[in-house]
């Protein structure tokens, strides 16, 4: 079974410019997450799909971040314009649907240097 | 969501048994325990999941005690490839699978 896939893996960009990033779930998995990890940290929850709406996006910095996921599937994370807090890993997660006890399968991540 | 608390980092040594716990006092009745791993360069990967007494599974054994407040991850006879940040995770809402993670405990094995 093909895991989440993420690209580009790595992107370098300076403040103020644009950058977006692409994700494509599991197939057949419902929802869609996308976290921002920080070095040092744990991952923190943007925002949450259940197809194609929105479940949760209360963390999105929304002056600056957009995500769509348009069709229900594949998912684009843009950040404009963007800041040196910014730097992170970008992490796209999906599972299959909402409910308790149910498993999250993540992507290896998109990097990206803000400078 | 029910807060976690785990060590910052463990050592351990090649053969040996790791035991990490993870204490979530406030964890709700429709709570599972999830915990999951990470390697540098890598996202997280799901490790185990328990709701009660004990779960074992290929990679580890999961142990939650009665009052589940509690639980503990345990890695048999680890080796060098086990070194990695491990994340225990609590309190998934009926309504959605929001995971909050924390910042680990980072697991170092040396030879």
């Known amino acids: 079974e093909a895991g989440v896939a993420q690209s580009p893996r790595y992107k370098i960009i300076e403040k103020r410019q644009s950058v977006a990033f692409w994700c494509n779930p599991i197939?057949?998995?419902?929802?869609l997450y996308w976290y921002q990890q920080i070095l040092g940290q744990g991952p923190k929850l943007l925002i949450q799909?259940?197809?194609?709406?929105?479940?949760?996006d209360s963390q999105l910095p929304k002056d600056r971040f957009s995500a769509e996921r348009l069709k229900g599937v594949d998912s684009t994370l843009k950040i404009q314009p963007a800041k040196l807090e910014d730097s992170a890993v970008y992490l796209c997660?999906?599972?299959?649907?909402?409910?308790?006890?149910?498993?999250?399968?993540f992507g290896e991540g998109s990097w990206l240097t803000v400078v | 969501l029910a807060k976690t608390t785990q060590p910052i980092s463990m050592d351990s040594y090649e053969g040996q048994e790791v035991n990490i716990t993870c204490s979530h006092n406030?964890?709700?009745?429709?709570?599972?325990i999830t915990w999951y791993q990470q390697f540098p360069s890598q996202g997280p990967r799901f490790i185990i999941q328990?709701?009660?007494t004990k779960v074992t599974n290929e990679v580890a054994s999961l142990f939650i005690p009665a009052d589940r407040k509690s639980s503990t991850l345990s890695l048999p006879r680890v080796s060098l490839s086990d070194t990695a940040v491990y994340y225990c995770?609590?309190?998934?809402?009926?309504?959605?699978?929001?995971?909050?993670f924390g910042t680990g405990t980072r697991l170092q094995v040396f030879p």
């Open positions: 406030n964890i709700a009745t429709n709570d599972y």
């Open positions: 328990g709701y009660k």
């Open positions: 197939s057949g998995h419902a929802t």
């Open positions: 997660a999906s599972s299959q649907k909402q409910g308790s006890g149910n498993t999250i399968y």
């Open positions: 799909f259940q197809n194609n709406g929105v479940v949760d």
């Open positions: 995770l609590v309190g998934v809402p009926r309504d959605t699978d929001k995971l909050i």
